[in-house]
Every structure is written in structure tokens, then in C-alpha cells.
């Protein structure tokens, strides 16, 4: 059975071109041997778990809802503000939440150090994870990204 050290884990740095979402990330699955956004239906593992790091007044991502995906947070350090359907929530060190698919969410550090959480997520087959701010999809395990436009259902096919 494979083991592993988060204190071994290199941080993963993902930051938006002007920095308002800004997180470090360790991959604790992937580095036991996970596959990025595939479950045990495709060799992976059935839930994905990481050490996320939130510098202070960053967010983890967009406002977004999963559409199959639960998360599960529990916060290490730090303090926080955990937006759900557009109602803020404080969080501290010690809180543990779940977000269910269909809730639009977000993480925001409101303290002037790091905001540490564990957060482990299942890996159904697919998940559209819907951007409501600007209508954006995003989808996986494909990890595309698009918006829609409306169309009749036989357009195109034939």
C-alpha cells in the first residue's frame, strides 16, 4: 500500500491573471496513485482529497455548482468566508462543511494568514460544474469549458 507525507507534497500554485482567485494546492490522492478527475469506474480513486492553501484576502475559484460532485471542507487554519447560493458563512479552524451538488459556492480568506483546508470530493462519472456569475460550463472528466447557446433539438441533425 502506498504512503505518502503531505510535508513531501511540493504546493501547486493555481492563479487567476489578476490574482483575485489565488490557491496552493497539494494533490494527497493523485500522489497515492489517483488519476485528476477520474473514480474508480476508471481506475482511479472514488473520492479525490487535497491540502488546499488560501493566501489572505484570495478566493479558492469563481462561484460555481457542481452538478453530480460532493465536497466535503474542513478548515485546518485560518479564518474565512464560505459563500453559499450568495449567503456568506463565516469559518474557522475546526468547521466542517459539505456542499451538495446543485449549490453554487465559494471560499474566500477573510484573515491575514493562509486559510488551510482539507477538502475530499467524490468522483462520480461526469460533472457540468455551471459558473453562475458568467453562464460558463465546465465539464468532466473531459475538462472543457464553454458557454451555451440555445438551440431546437433537431437543429443540425439532419
Known amino acids: 500500500m502506498p504512503t505518502i507525507n503531505h510535508h513531501d507534497l511540493p504546493w501547486r500554485e493555481t492563479r487567476s491573471p489578476k490574482g483575485r482567485y489565488h490557491l496552493y494546492q497539494k494533490d494527497l490522492s493523485l500522489a497515492l496513485g489517483g488519476v485528476k478527475d477520474v ?5 482511479g480513486h472514488p473520492f479525490d482529497v487535497a491540502l488546499v492553501r488560501v493566501p489572505p484576502a484570495a478566493s479558492n475559484w469563481p462561484p460555481h455548482m ?9 478548515v485546518q487554519a485560518g479564518v474565512g468566508t464560505l459563500t453559499i447560493d450568495g449567503v456568506s458563512h463565516p469559518v474557522a479552524e475546526g468547521d466542517c462543511y459539505v456542499v451538495p451538488p446543485g449549490r453554487a459556492h465559494q471560499l474566500t ?3 491575514d494568514n493562509d486559510l488551510l483546508v ?3 470530493a467524490n468522483q462520480p462519472e461526469s460533472d457540468a460544474i455551471h459558473y453562475p456569475n458568467t453562464g460558463k460550463w465546465f465539464l468532466k472528466p473531459q475538462r472543457q ?3 451555451m447557446q440555445p438551440a431546437a433539438y433537431y437543429d443540425g441533425e439532419e
Open 118 to 120: 482539507l477538502v475530499v
Open 109 to 111: 480568506n477573510s484573515g
Open 39 to 43: 473514480g474508480a469506474w476508471g481506475g
Open 145 to 147: 469549458i464553454f458557454t
Open 66 to 74: 457542481h452538478t453530480t460532485q460532493w465536497e466535503f471542507f474542513l
